[in-house]
């Protein structure tokens, strides 16, 4: 594999922007229907322009269906910055109420950040032999001896196989639950209820508890929970507990949950020391020098550069502008092991680069890599997952057509997602905030149009025979 570190490959132009007719769209999208042109293509003679021309094409085509306000779509292949480019623009407005959006535009990357952040620092923490992936978490977590909990080993946290619902609402407990009438949540449409996932409505007219929420940053709330919101740390306490006191199901077949990544971010922060945060900054985010960050806006990063992920109508009232979109991560001041992390696609490739290199970078080897192996080609007994990512199925599932068996990486709620290929040595990454201005919208998910991106990158580079 001949690869160059990207911090250098960075400063290559990116390719030109297409300037061809907009077409007049189907009912559902076929990429064969869209218009070619290679005027402005640059790219090797090994590489199909036509191909190249069509990513354009289909991701300008999610543009005028109202797929995502804008997105980063970035590929890099054998060494090569292939893909660096933006399309739209961080809030759907256009002219000059648009702020465009360009390949260094900041997304919240949401679960993204299970396999950018979480997983890597499990590698690290595995591969010095701080945490053992057969052990219970009882072993690093004591108040999970007396539970059912405790028995749960990291290896099953990392494949969802731990037997933990998917999720728990710890939101709830922040609410003052005299404060309104009838029931919060509601799974049908009602008078002043507003539309929060998929059948579910919110009643947004209640109090939050003064004693965790605070409309100022003081010493007893300084975590961000909105942009005038803050949030005490002793609720991590309460959340703790609702955790310890959650159902553990004696079937240990694979049920995706965000609880098992907020454990591994516990078993982490127990076995290094620092914050999960600190911890992943300090040794593998500035090693590889990724601007890749947990609350941006303290920071350091401008407002303005950060692809809104919400207009959150029910439990914060504000959009969510580099605060992070996911409420269990929220709960936990913007730093959590399931979702917080924040980056545009050009700095997520270097993680990515860096797991494609087992660890790598340069002359320096950040994570040991028989760590790197050992985590990206383990696979589940169903071969849907690898030890913190996500793997292609036989039909359908999170990655295109041509993804090899080997490929392992990870989707986020907010439409972003990156995926490492070993066999093509291609790593490919689109980044989008396709739940703003609502989370109502799925037109990314139902159209495919992650996947189907993903395959025209593999047919650039001469991919014909699905796996």
């Not at 959340?239 to 310890?244: A, I, P």
């Not at 439409?415 to 609502?438: A, E, M, Q």
Request: positive net charge; glycine residues 8%.
């Amino acid at each position: 594999m001949r690869s160059r570190p990207l911090l250098a490959l960075l400063s290559l132009l990116p390719l030109s922007a297409l300037y061809g007719q907009t077409p007049q769209l189907p009912d559902s999208l076929q990429v064969d229907s869209l218009p070619v042109t290679t005027e402005h293509i640059l790219a090797p003679e090994s590489i199909s322009s036509k191909a190249l021309a069509r990513i354009d094409s289909l991701a300008e085509a999610g543009l005028r269906i109202g797929a995502y306000p804008g997105c980063q779509i970035f590929a890099f292949y054998q060494g090569e910055v292939l893909v660096n480019k933006a399309y739209g623009s961080l809030t759907g407005l256009k002219g000059r109420q648009g702020e465009p959006a360009t390949p260094q535009s900041i997304y919240d990357l949401a679960s993204v950040t299970k396999a950018a952040a979480t997983t890597p620092a499990l590698m690290l923490l595995v591969g010095e032999k701080k945490i053992n992936l057969n052990s219970p978490l009882l072993s690093y977590l004591p108040e999970t001896k007396e539970t059912l909990l405790g028995m749960v080993t990291i290896r099953q946290l990392l494949l969802h196989q731990s037997g933990l619902p998917a999720g728990i609402n710890f939101y709830t407990d922040l609410i003052d639950d005299t404060s309104y009438e009838g029931s919060l949540i509601r799974y049908k449409s009602f008078a002043g209820g507003v539309p929060l996932v998929g059948k579910a409505w919110g009643n947004p007219n209640f109090r939050f508890l003064d004693k965790y929420i605070s409309d100022k940053a003081t010493e007893e709330h300084p975590l961000r929970f909105g942009s005038k919101k803050y949030l005490s740390p002793s609720f991590k306490t309460r959340m703790m507990e609702r955790l310890l006191s959650a159902r553990v199901s004696s079937d240990k077949s694979y049920r995706y949950s965000d609880l098992n990544f907020i454990l591994l971010q516990q078993v982490i922060e127990r076995a290094s020391g620092e914050p999960l945060d600190e911890f992943v900054t300090k040794h593998i985010y500035r090693p590889i020098q990724a601007r890749l960050y947990f609350n941006p806006l303290e920071r350091g990063v401008k407002i303005q550069q950060i692809a809104p992920a919400q207009h959150d109508t029910f439990l914060r009232g504000e959009i969510l502008r580099g605060t992070v979109d996911d409420e269990a991560a929220a709960c936990l001041g913007g730093v959590s092991g399931n979702a917080g992390l924040f980056g545009a696609a050009e700095e997520l490739a270097k993680v990515c680069q860096l797991l494609l290199q087992h660890g790598a970078w340069g002359k320096k080897q950040v994570i040991p890599s028989s760590a790197v192996r050992l985590f990206t080609e383990t696979t589940s007994a169903s071969g849907i997952r690898a030890l913190g990512f996500d793997k292609p199925r036989s039909s359908g599932g999170p990655t295109g057509i041509y993804a090899s068996s080997a490929t392992y990486g990870h989707q986020g709620f907010t439409g972003t997602c990156f995926w490492v290929d070993p066999k093509y040595d291609l790593i490919f990454i689109f980044l989008s905030n396709r739940t703003y201005p609502t989370r109502q919208n799925t037109t990314l998910i139902r159209e495919r149009l992650r996947q189907r991106l993903q395959d025209l990158v593999y047919e650039a580079v001469g991919a014909t025979t699905p796996r």
